[in-house]
């Protein structure tokens, strides 16, 4: 057996049986190639989702140890706690919302410096509704032999939160987190249905000022459960909580994050800021395990899937039936029971330069905390630029992605080496309006419903300078 073979295998029993970094440090780390790792235990947290997949993946295939890392990973109750827990360095990392290290380096909530240097998806959500919100629903909803029209609008939703609010009722619905992928995707799509969402102010952080539909958090396995209790009327959450709706026959998912946003980006690893100064090889390494197992995940158009599948219904990770996984992460997505339709980018772990950490990605993330008041006041465009610079690390990346290159593990071509952080402007969104990530101004004036410059919200009222 080969040298780096046994040393693997001698670490993780030694691991297993609880020895420490002391005696570990006398057996070599395996195909570390010349990354001489800092810190080579390691603790990761994610939430029970399957855009997890990248960190499970690149530990049961081994990638990680590949690096010289032997990492646990542990499922967090929230997203609350696994942000505390990466801050106050009882993680050493975790699968994020794309939106938890802007916010914390804003100080929108808790106030700390993070990184990322790794995109961990693209798309990947979807808005469902309850049975009886759906069945309202559909009366609005344009149809072709005999099954809906797709993608489906809000403007199909405001009737049925028109109705509500005219019987004095709430229309509650859930998202997982205030500064989630989720939270504005179902923003966005509300409003560009002329439902309006809600406002945040620095007295206020329910986000329900002026609101038509009420917008509160919920956790992620939670959903289901929470919707079939009647609390919440509908919710927008990633997989497999849509599908899940669907296999209890409890509620409809009505559209998916793709249609919202064609190719939006999804979660990110995280870090802090001064663990990867502390630690510089160690996060080139497990960048460069991430980077290839979200390639497993997609080459060979997916083939992979089904054993991903597999991995992400054990307990340890997602949890959840494997026909539930599989029925978005295959490349189908079901609406209506019996409604599968074709998604073949429903989950993208390495397309399209998936794994690359855009600074325009992480713009429009701030212009959405700015249209909802998360950011009270009006910001300069070079402010939005600057935060991005501050937390999305595509140095780190590219540089992991080069040592890959000459490794022979990965192509050149499969990364954007001269791109200058930013995303060609694009207007495949469900209401057809362009983002320019280099114009965040322009962006936050071109849209309907939210803050414009020199507006803040005060109150209950929505004020200008």
Not at 50 to 61: C, F, G, I, R, Y
Not at 117 to 131: A, E, H, Q, Y
Not at 240 to 249: D, S
Not at 341 to 354: K, Q, T
Request: charged letters at 20%.
């Amino acid at each position: 057996m080969p040298m780096t073979a046994i040393s693997r295998l001698t670490r993780r029993t030694l691991l297993g049986l609880g020895v420490g970094a002391a005696l570990l440090a006398s057996v070599p780390a395996a195909g570390a190639g010349e990354l001489a790792v800092e810190k080579d235990e390691l603790k990761f947290g994610f939430i029970k989702l399957t855009d997890m997949a990248p960190l499970a993946v690149a530990k049961e295939l081994g990638f990680f140890e590949d690096e010289g890392l032997f990492v646990t990973l542990e499922p967090q109750a929230n997203w609350k706690v696994l942000l505390d827990r990466v801050i106050t360095g009882e993680l050493d990392g975790a699968h994020m919302l794309a939106g938890q290290p802007l916010a914390a380096t804003i100080g929108f909530g808790t106030k700390a410096a993070l990184v990322t240097p790794f995109s961990m998806d693209l798309n990947g959500n979807g808005i469902t509704v309850s049975n009886a919100v759906w069945e309202m629903m559909k009366k609005h909803v344009p149809m072709k032999d005999g099954k809906p029209v797709h993608p489906i609008k809000a403007d199909a939703l405001k009737p049925v939160v028109q109705k509500y609010k005219a019987e004095g009722k709430p229309f509650n619905m859930g998202m997982v987190f205030p500064v989630s992928t989720h939270n504005y995707e179902l923003r966005y799509w509300l409003a560009a249905g002329g439902i309006h969402p809600g406002f945040y102010s620095k007295t206020d952080v329910t986000g329900q000022i002026m609101a038509d539909a009420l917008l509160s958090v919920t956790p992620p396995p939670q959903m289901p459960a929470t919707l079939e209790a009647g609390t919440i009327l509908g919710y927008c959450v990633g997989e497999p909580w849509n599908q899940a709706a669907v296999f209890k026959r409890i509620g409809v998912p009505v559209i998916t994050d793709y249609e919202i946003w064609k190719n939006n980006p999804e979660k990110v690893f995280g870090l802090t800021k001064a663990f990867t100064e502390k630690y510089p090889n160690t996060t080139l390494a497990l960048t460069k395990a991430l980077i290839r197992a979200a390639r497993w995940l997609d080459e060979n158009d997916n083939a992979n899937r089904r054993k991903a599948v597999e991995i992400l219904a054990r307990s340890e990770y997602v949890g959840a039936d494997a026909k539930v996984i599989a029925a978005s992460m295959t490349g189908t997505f079901e609406y209506e029971r019996g409604d599968k339709r074709s998604v073949p980018d429903f989950n993208v772990f390495y397309r399209y330069f998936a794994t690359y950490p855009y600074y325009s990605d992480a713009v429009w993330y701030l212009t959405q905390m700015r249209r909802w008041g998360q950011v009270a006041d009006h910001k300069a465009d070079s402010w939005y630029h600057d935060v991005a610079k501050q937390v999305y690390r595509p140095d780190i990346y590219l540089k992991a992605a080069r040592m890959l290159v000459a490794e022979g593990k990965v192509a050149e071509a499969e990364f954007p080496w001269k791109t200058d952080g930013y995303r060609a402007p694009t207007a495949e969104f469900i209401d057809g309006v362009t983002y320019d990530g280099r114009k965040p101004n322009a962006y936050l004036a071109s849209l309907a419903i939210g803050l414009k410059q020199g507006q803040r919200v005060i109150g209950s009222n929505v004020v200008g300078d």
